[in-house]
């Protein structure tokens, strides 16, 4: 039973983030250019409070505070380092130029960030089908702007609206056998638990004051500023609600 939530809600986290951004495309460009910032804004609130109110008290509860900080900082430097390497890039912005060579860099840099997703949902449902709930909201908001940032990427270098999606979708299934291998390594290895939820934190703190936290910048004026703060408190707001209603 556990093993089929977590294979629902990692397709949620991939497929439904991918239909999100397929319906996203049947606004006008001016109308996606005004809601990407709205997307990256909330998600960035699930993300930090899912890190901090979620996963790290959660994985507390089973390691000493000194072994889950530890984790979590190692956690976030591995990431960066993977970010270096290209490995692991979340831009929302078609014009970048780390995405001089795209395609084939992009789509397996979205499958191996899509495995850990799958990774990161298992590790929640297996320390608590609530905290497994959580994880998986986190990792659709952020999957969503992601997503539409690949697409423009792919409809940027030359690809057909239909083949940039198409492809989207079969990178994003990596999060199911992500999922699956994690449910059952995590499952003989319990006490890897902890652990695994410490570098789940890691990542979402990563994504969120690393990356998407300094795209909010870009937006300067007092009323942008307003905006992005009611956003991220409404996407912490979900995290504290969910936390409340699945103690």
């Not at 509860?61 to 430097?77: N, P, R």
């Not at 239909?162 to 199911?176: D, G, P, Y």
Request: charge should be negative; include cysteine; glycine fraction near 8%.
């Amino acid at each position: 039973m556990l093993l089929l939530w977590i294979i629902l809600f990692s397709l949620l986290g991939s497929v439904g983030a991918i239909g999100a951004v397929a319906f996203f495309l049947t606004f006008q460009d001016e109308t996606q250019k005004a809601l990407i910032p709205c997307l990256i804004s909330y998600a960035s609130g699930t993300l930090l409070t899912a890190a901090l109110l979620g996963l790290i008290p959660h994985a507390l509860e089973y390691a000493s505070a000194f072994q889950v900080l530890s984790t979590v900082l190692i956690g976030i430097i591995l990431f960066f380092l993977l970010e270096k390497l290209l490995i692991w890039r979340h831009c929302h912005d078609p014009e970048c130029n780390t995405h001089g060579v795209v395609g084939p860099i992009l789509l397996i840099g979205d499958a191996f960030h899509n495995l850990i997703d799958g990774v990161v949902i298992a590790a929640g449902f297996l320390s608590s089908v609530p905290i497994g709930i959580t994880v998986s909201l986190s990792v659709i908001a952020h999957e969503i702007p992601q997503e539409v940032g690949d697409l423009a990427i792919l409809l940027h270098s030359g690809y057909s609206k239909k083949r940039a999606l198409v492809l989207n979708v079969l990178s994003s299934l990596s999060t199911i056998p992500g999922a699956i291998i994690a449910y059952y390594a995590l499952g003989s290895l319990q006490t890897v638990i902890p652990y695994a939820m410490a570098i789940s934190a890691a990542s979402f703190l990563y994504i969120s004051l690393a990356d998407l936290t300094p795209e909010l910048h870009s937006h300067l004026n007092f009323k942008s500023t307003i905006q992005q703060v009611i956003l991220i408190l409404a996407g912490a707001g979900t995290i504290i609600l969910l936390l409340q209603l699945h103690p």
